[in-house]
């Protein structure tokens, strides 16, 4: 009498099958990873201008006198003191936020002083005060928004139309 011996493995239609099932868990997981990327790159170039803000709020106030917030290009900026001209602090738009555009409001606004008081005050070159920033991405789906109030206050908000009126995320 013969003994069948039972093969063990996968026939190649098994094999194939299971390829088609990974590709195509892969195709749709690139897709929301790219979206993803994206809305990180919008964050960080957010949080990254709002510290600077902050930080140039806090040193003018640390220093007991005017300390300008300068945005460059994209989403980079430099931290300066106002009657010395030192640059105390400044940050590049390739440190993970480099395809991030940004929009400052009122128009060619780039600069904002604070005083020692931490409030905004006047610019010594005469231009407008930097009130508004918007961070947006074109492959993105989430733009976000820094507003700078005149008691000096810097904050974070999302300006889509979806969020209630009381919504705290809201601009």
Do not use: H
Request: with cysteine; aromatic share 2%; net charge positive.
């Amino acid at each position: 009498m013969k003994s069948v011996q039972r093969q063990a493995g996968l026939t190649l239609i098994e094999l194939m099958v299971a390829v088609l099932i990974v590709s195509i868990l892969m195709a749709v997981g690139a897709n929301s990873y790219s979206r993803w990327t994206q809305n990180q790159q919008v964050r960080v170039a957010a949080e990254s201008i709002l510290n600077g803000m902050q930080l140039a709020r806090a040193e003018a106030v640390k220093r007991n006198g005017s300390v300008r917030l300068v945005l460059g290009d994209l989403s980079s900026w430099s931290i300066i003191e106002a009657t010395g001209g030192a640059i105390l602090q400044t940050r590049t738009s390739a440190e993970g936020s480099n395809n991030a555009t940004v929009t400052a409001t009122p128009g060619g606004a780039t600069t904002v002083t604070f005083s020692s008081l931490g409030r905004v005050t006047t610019n010594s070159d005469g231009s407008a005060a930097l009130s508004q920033v918007d961070i947006d991405n074109p492959s993105g789906d989430r733009p976000l928004r820094i507003t700078v109030s005149a008691g000096g206050n810097a904050r974070m908000c999302d300006p889509s139309p979806k969020l209630a009126a009381g919504d705290p995320r809201a601009c």
